[in-house]
């Protein structure tokens, strides 16, 4: 008997492979790799830093340079002035020399006709002015009026050389003031534009370091930029933070000091200032600075309905009744100098490269009280009111 065994396979399931183990050098690898990625995010952070920084220095550098052309401009104008007023002097010195010689010549003629010495009248009208006085033999001989006329000659030879000279002196001055301010003005309006050319090149330049920000920490340019603006947020959250603290500051002076003055109004109000005011013409000069806020900023302007710091400061204060003038130089050098804990609306605000030189300012403002100013930043930027310390800590202050 042959038995038949049947066999039944049953499929068994199949087990996974065990998931394999990552190797040290595996790890060590990932581990240089985020390494990397965090130093290429570092780096291109420091970059983000630097166009910034970059493009603020610009700023100043154009400002600075915009304002040492205006007070080259101021220079070459007074240059200008004296010059035509050596000139108008050395004039009127020639003709009073005209007249001296012709003097001299109407008398000598009048010797001639009463007989004088033939030759030697012959040889004073042959003989320019110059020679004359060198005939002393001659002089004996002629009459006291003569040698009046013959002095008059040689005061009037002598002023002449002297007011041509001078006025040769200061049209040369002219020359240099010209020379210099047409320098400035080259150096300003590379200054402008270099600032112009980093401003437009900061936004091209900004979206490439997104993107290389984008692949360093391998995610989406829209999440590495939103994440850059948080970051700039956070910076910006900053300042402003410690801005308010110190416009907060400046309220509490200002309070202090409405107080001081409310306790001395009884004084004379004809010659006290308006209640919170620096001097009797501010109001005026914050009531015309708002009225141009919002009209852009050109370098040299001076309105009706475009503006430069300085231009927007001297016409301020043109309407509250002084003459501050159109450079920030001449504006500092025109006005009292105070502290910051005195500032008050209508007050001058300064910004300069060295806080021990004022030649050295490159901005001005006009204080409007509560830690506020008006002001006309720069090209690209309209009039507007921003607080005193959004931007870097001003350096003078001063009152018209």
Known sequence: MIVVLAVTCIALPAQAAPPEIPTENDVQAAQQQAAATRKAVEAIQNKLALARTELDRLQVESALAGEQYLGAQERLTAARAEARRRQQVSSRATTEQESARQAVVEL??????????????????????????????????????????????????????????SADRALAKVQVATETATEAKRVAEEATATQAAAVASYAERRSELMIELAQAQQISVDLARRRQQGLEAQQRAAAQASAEQQQQAQVRREGMQRASDAASAGADPQQAPPPGYSSRGAQAAVDFAWQQVGEPYVFGATGPNTWDCSGLTMKAWAAGGKNIGHYTGIQWSRISHISESQLRPGDLIFWATNANDPNTIFHVALYIGGGRMIHAPRPGKTVEVQNVYYWIPPTFFGRP
């Open 108 to 165: 000598a003629r009048s010797s001639m006709q009463a007989n004088a010495p033939m030759i030697e009248i012959g040889s004073i009208l042959g003989s320019g002015p110059e020679n004359i006085l060198d005939r002393a033999a001659l002089l004996s001989k002629l009459s006291a009026s003569m040698q009046g006329k013959l002095d008059r000659l040689e005061k009037a030879q002598q002023q002449a050389v002297l007011a041509k000279r």
